[in-house]
């Protein structure tokens, strides 16, 4: 062959060689995109976010947690628009404030409609398997509207209950500790995993939530003898500094009780702790199965609660009202894909529990239903820098038996501010906190002429949303 001849040939050889693993290159990286994340998605019931050693609490051992979040992201503003674990599980499911979706008590189930854009069931329509442990708390199972309330014809795989279960399980005649069958069931499901498949599964854990009456005898109470302290605002003081009606309601009944004896706030403590660090027991033990199937490099794991808990702050107990003990929940999101340099970190962007929904389907590669108000958070996991919201909207309406009231709340939290408005009355009474100068939320602003133009601010931010998120 000439010389000319046998350079240009080469060359072309070259050339095909390159195209063709060029388009070698497209269809792995096209695969690559292709290929969709496991997700696995644990919901504690009643766990505030200040309850994880992460977080900067000393005295609670949360080393599981703590680890997710040393390989993730940790959220350090995600909150719960309704503090309410029917409402806001329901926020959860669907993506949509309580305003959208409708459920304000714990008889009302999700309809079937309703039940249709939820992310479990758009994800198992998209080809996930999906599976549902533990409590679902949507819907009293009376039998008219028990297939509305326990769906376990909706799941690939079904262990959910209500929302009263005891932690002492009868299976076989023998007690078992009702998490220790959910991370058995955990294990079933992530060992039986096809491996052409992606898979969605909740892990609903019942822990901090009572009744605290029986304890798992097979994990040590690390707080037999702990001085846990009580939180900074648990005085007289802050009690009395409280609206009256907030007070006698359901929460307030107790502060009196523990300001004379406040060795009984600090066994509930204990006791809070000791199921707390129960569910992060079973937090490592699901995390380790799903390593031991090599399923972790493929998963991304997400990590919150339903809602907080006041937990003595301000001498009040439970959730409900829109003060931060009770509206900030844990948020831990822990990507294998991320690379090492944006593991670890901590973002201190407003998540919400809607935004949970969202993110799951952005994770299929699916389009986000207009259905949904809440946000994708994975280009804040990915460390983009995007616009992001300013405020939400916050609303509880479960007012409970007159006899312990809950005063129906609603309001706006913004960076700085928080807007609170009690609606049982007429005018309503309002609140108003600087959260930047005060965090605790000690000096109610809404009576001083120098906030007037904040508070009108707020107001009408507030209206906005009641008419707007519907």
Known sequence: MHRSHAVQFFLFLGIISAVLKGDDC??????????????????????????????????????????????GVLFTNSFVPTSICCSNRACILTGQYMRRHGIRDFHTPLSADAMQITYPVLLRKAG??????????????????????????????????????NFRQKIDGKSQYLTTVMEQKAGEFLRSQPADQPFCLTVSLKEPHGPWNYFDPDVPDPYLDARIPPPATFSAKHYQALPDFVRQSLGGRQGPKWFGDPATLRQRARLYYRLVTRADVAVGRIMTVLKESGLDQDTVVIFSSDNGDMMGAHGLVGKWLAYEESIRVPLIIRDPRLPKTLRGRRCDKMALSIDLAPTMMALAGLAVPESMQG????????????????????????????????PKTEGVRTERWKYIRYTDFQPPVEQLFDLAKDPREEHDLAGSTEYNVTLDRQRARCDEYRRTLQ
């Not at 695969?31 to 994340?37: F, G, L, Q, T, Y």
């Open 26 to 71: 497209c269809r792995a990286a096209g695969a690559s995109k292709e290929k969709r994340p496991n997700i696995l998605f644990i919901l504690t019931d009643d766990q505030p976010q200040n309850c994880m050693g992460c977080m900067g609490n000393k005295f609670i051992q949360t080393p599981n947690m703590d680890r997710l979040a040393a390989e």
């Open 375 to 406: 946000r994708n958070l994975m280009p804040l996991v990915e460390n983009h820098s995007i616009p992001w919201r300013k405020d939400w909207y916050y609303e509880h309406t479960y007012a409970h038996p007159p006899q312990h009231p809950i």
């Open 128 to 165: 996930y398997r999906t599976g549902y442990l533990g409590k679902f708390a949507i819907g009293w199972p009376d039998r008219e509207i028990e297939k509305l309330s326990l769906p376990a014809d909706q799941f690939d795989y079904w262990y959910g209950f209500p929302q009263t279960i």
